[in-house]
């Protein structure tokens, strides 16, 4: 559906801008709130202003649909457990679509590395 180029089309244009708005805001994962996904590579974020970090992150492919996402690692050191090619469970990361904290543009985090919890991994090294 294209624009309208005419005059009194003010409803339509704004009907179109909705319909835009809500395309883009659709979930990544088709609806599925954890979804299972293969890493494609380690990422390293800055934070915004004020904070001075670099946030550990992993690129995400969905296995069920096929898109590409951020995902934040959490914890001291779980990302030395995450592989390349591994495969990760992915959940939302707060605010439906929308970055949290001083992390832009990545709105889910790592919950699950195959079938061990990054947490647990991590403690059991501690140990």
């Known amino acids: 559906m294209g624009k309208c180029h005419v005059l009194r089309t003010a409803r339509k244009l704004c009907s179109h801008r909705r319909d835009q708005h809500t395309a883009l805001k659709a979930n990544s994962f088709g609806g599925a709130s954890p979804a299972e996904g293969i890493v ?72 699950k590395k195959t079938s061990e919890y990054t947490l647990k991994t991590l403690k059991l090294v501690r140990l």
């Open 40 to 111: 494609l590579e380690k990422v390293g974020v800055e934070a915004k202003q004020p904070n001075s970090a670099i946030r550990k992150c992993v690129r995400v492919q969905s296995i069920e649909n096929g898109k590409k996402v951020r995902a934040f690692v959490p914890n001291d050191g779980c990302l030395n457990f995450i592989e390349e090619n591994g495969e990760v469970l992915v959940a939302g990361f707060g605010i439906k679509s929308h970055a949290l904290v001083d992390i832009p543009g990545v709105c889910f985090k790592v919950v």
